[in-house]
């Protein structure tokens, strides 16, 4: 039987098109970053006076410019609460003792390297033994002992930028200006709800039992999903977090002892470690020097 040979031709096959909007435009895909369809132009969205894009970290730092000190803070040491009184009008306040102990600056943050500018601060001694070497090669890098607590200050610009291995001493602060302590409070355990959250409690009678200072109902069934609501407050770990008391007015310095005694309480127990600065909700302090206020500048209160 004859072999059949069947000829194929092989005549270019037309592309399929559409007009649109008064143009021809190929309906096969080509491979290509370009989209066939560009999206239309925003009507809404163009112009010269629409708004600068905050979401920059240039923005954000120029937000903070009001809020964030001019220079660094200190650490201190909580030693206790006393009382003061008025000479003249015999006027009790009662206010905490607060002590420095060899505070100095350790290190340098700033914009250029890190994105924003700070001040790190170490307060204490530790002996070297107990130190680790990477964080002992830093400490004998910088020129300054070991210490044992290390904290960092943020302040607005390279101004309040301190020397490194210079000391910080309680006449950093002056009477009558207020500061923000932050300290972490003291940790209860695991409590109860009654102590947590001041519950009231179950009845003491008529049928209970066992059950008076039980918490009670956690959430609805069907009607609330059967589920107990996400921030629900129940038994748990009470304190043991950070603390910020604003505005306690600096009441008397004395810069021998290095002690600085703050009006009202500060959380934490005697002996642990207190976290000093400039408030941000008062006016700034008349500093000297680089740190002078400037009467254009302002933390959004009238300065004094």
Not at 166 to 178: D, R, V
Not at 190 to 210: D, E, T
Not at 292 to 303: H, I, R
């Amino acid at each position: 039987m004859p072999a059949l040979h069947f000829l194929v031709s092989r005549r270019p096959r037309a592309i399929p098109s559409v007009s649109w909007a008064g143009s021809v435009v190929s309906l096969v895909s080509i491979r290509s970053i370009k989209s066939t369809f560009p999206p239309r132009p925003d009507r809404f969205n163009i112009g010269p006076d629409l708004p600068v894009l905050t979401s920059s970290t240039t923005a954000s730092l120029e937000r903070k410019a009001y809020t964030l000190p001019r220079r660094t803070g200190a650490l201190a040491i909580k030693k206790g609460m006393t009382a003061m009184y008025d000479p003249i009008t015999g006027k009790r306040t009662p206010c905490t003792v607060l002590q420095l102990d060899r505070v100095q600056v350790i290190s340098h943050k700033t914009r250029q390297k890190h994105g924003y500018f700070a001040v790190q601060v170490g307060s204490g001694w530790k002996h070297p033994s107990n130190v680790t070497k990477p964080m002992l090669g830093r400490f004998a890098e910088n020129g300054v002992s070991p210490k044992r607590h290390l904290v960092e200050f943020r302040v607005r610009d390279e101004t309040g930028l301190l020397g490194i291995g210079e000391s910080i001493h309680a006449s950093w602060f002056q009477e009558g200006q207020y500061v923000d302590a932050r300290a972490n409070c003291r940790g209860m355990g695991f409590a109860g709800g009654m102590k947590r959250h001041g519950f009231s409690g179950q009845p003491a009678s008529h049928g209970n039992s066992l059950a008076h200072r039980i918490m009670g109902s956690s959430g609805q069934s069907q009607g609330g999903g059967s589920r107990v609501l996400p921030g629900k407050r129940m038994p748990g770990r009470m304190g043991g977090q950070q603390v910020t008391m604003q505005n306690l007015k600096v009441l008397k310095v004395e810069e021998q002892s290095g002690l600085v005694v703050v009006n009202g309480c500060v959380a934490g127990p005697k002996g642990c470690m207190v976290q000093i600065q400039d408030a941000k909700k008062k006016p700034w302090p008349n500093l000297p020097g680089n740190l002078a206020v400037n009467p254009t500048e302002s933390n959004g209160n009238v300065s004094v």
